[in-house]
């Protein structure tokens, strides 16, 4: 089976690779000459464990290619999958402009039958949009919507042990169930995984699996803001609720609000759909609220920490990603703690053992970016945990009290709580905790 992936971002690099592992004759298609230059080089442009691995061993395997001939990539396959970028618009739309070119170029090239599957993020109703785009080819095409549901830093086992792979397609496609099931047979014999529905639910579960999780945060954030207010300590309150097998554990973390590429968008595009159909999606759109106030909470700590003026103070920050195991900083709590201790008049110094390259290309000069957890700290007036990295959670705590210059701690994921970092003559703060 010949399978074209079209984008090499995440979602088209990481399936890509995984299906290739499989054993798929995969082509990553891409319009930019200078990118897919650089992975058939060897460069792998995002850090994801395992994944220049799979990328290495299946180009020397013969089984995954990148090309930007988008004609020869495409006009074989017998399967094409769009996993290009869908930003948001300011409304909190989508932009579908690369999911209707894949989809105009489908139309052209394809010589043979073949399924037309959509992976990328998109709103309820693009199956149907892209269905009127290929019309008048010289072939038939059936389109699927099969949405991703990878954790970055998690997304290769992710995708080769899945939860579940929904499926979007007409019950009666029997060509597109067919190469479907054949596809994902490798990744799905430990018991049948694939859900099938038809493109519209499948293109509404993406948006509510997201929105579901991020709501999860929202809520233990607020209820960490009512901890601090009554006295109560967030940790054992998460343990006593996750503790009801209904609920469960995950997603029960107070800290300073979700980022990345998929919740902050997908809550939003949720919230909007509902919207161009006349409906108000309150939790949602809630979610979303609490989540910009959020971010403002370690600002707020840290000002408190510095005296109310930050201006002229050094802050040590650890952890620049918006989750550990990824270089992803998109809507980052880290950013939005520095842009606003700049605006203050405060200096940075910051460490990420993933994310720094990223991060200079954004800020240049204007922050110190150090090799080095503990070389942040010298000098700091207040140390700032924003990512909670494996490397950040059992650090020398003598070691940091001698190379701050003022012993403040602001511990925006709760990791160091019970340490007894007071003891150990350091001013903590965590979010929604009481510190024995």
């Not at 891409?30 to 180009?59: S, W, Y």
């Not at 909007?272 to 403002?296: I, P, Y």
């Amino acid at each position: 089976m010949k399978l074209t992936m079209v984008g090499t971002g995440y979602v088209g690099l990481v399936s890509g690779a995984c299906f290739a592992e499989t054993g798929t004759d995969v082509t990553c298609l891409d319009i930019d000459a200078t990118k897919v230059e650089r992975l058939n080089g060897g460069e792998i442009p995002i850090f994801e464990p395992g994944l220049e691995d799979l990328v290495v061993r299946n180009r020397a395997a013969g089984r995954l290619r990148f090309t930007n001939d988008v004609q020869a990539a495409i006009k074989d396959a017998d399967v094409v999958f769009i996993a290009v970028g869908t930003p948001s618009r300011p409304d909190g739309g989508a932009d579908l402009s690369q999911v209707d070119a894949v989809a105009n170029a489908v139309r052209q090239y394809a010589e043979k039958e073949l399924v037309l599957v959509n992976k990328s993020t998109v709103p309820v109703g693009t199956n149907a949009r892209v269905r009127r785009l290929v019309e008048g080819a010289q072939v038939p095409i059936h389109v699927v919507s099969n949405p991703e549901f990878l954790k970055e830093g998690d997304a290769v086992p992710d995708f080769m042990k899945p939860d579940r792979v929904v499926v979007g397609c007409d019950a009666d496609d029997t060509f597109a169930r067919e190469t479907m099931t054949r596809l994902y047979h490798p990744v799905t014999l430990i018991g049948d995984r694939i859900v099938w529905m038809d493109p519209v639910s499948a293109e509404m579960t993406k948006y509510v699996a997201n929105t579901m999780l991020a709501m999860r945060i929202s809520f233990m954030n607020e209820i960490a803001a009512l901890c601090e207010a009554v006295g109560g300590d967030i940790h054992s309150v998460r343990k006593g609720v996750g503790g009801d097998a209904r609920i469960g554990q995950k997603f029960l973390y107070a800290g300073p609000g979700y980022g990345g590429s998929c919740f902050p968008k997908d809550v939003k595009a949720l919230v909007h759909t509902a919207r161009e159909h006349g409906l108000e999606l309150e939790l949602s759109a809630a979610t979303d609220r609490v989540n910009q106030r959020q971010k403002s909470v370690l600002v707020r700590k840290v000002r408190h920490a510095l005296g109310g003026d930050p201006r002229g103070k050094r802050v040590a920050v650890w952890g620049l990603s918006f989750k550990p195991r990824t270089d992803d900083v998109r809507e980052s709590s880290a950013l939005f703690l520095i842009d606003a201790l700049l605006a203050d008049g405060a200096t940075i110094a910051a460490h990420d053992p993933e994310a720094m390259e990223v991060v200079r290309g954004m800020y240049g000069n204007k922050i110190e970016l150090v090799d080095n957890a503990y070389k942040a700290c010298e000098g700091a007036d207040a140390l700032v945990l924003v990512t909670e990295w494996s490397e950040y959670q059992n650090p020398d705590f003598h070691r940091v009290h001698k190379l701050l210059r003022s012993h403040h701690i602001v511990d925006g994921r709760n990791v160091w709580t019970r340490y007894g970092l007071p003891k150990q003559g350091f001013e903590y703060q965590g979010i929604g905790v009481k510190v024995p």
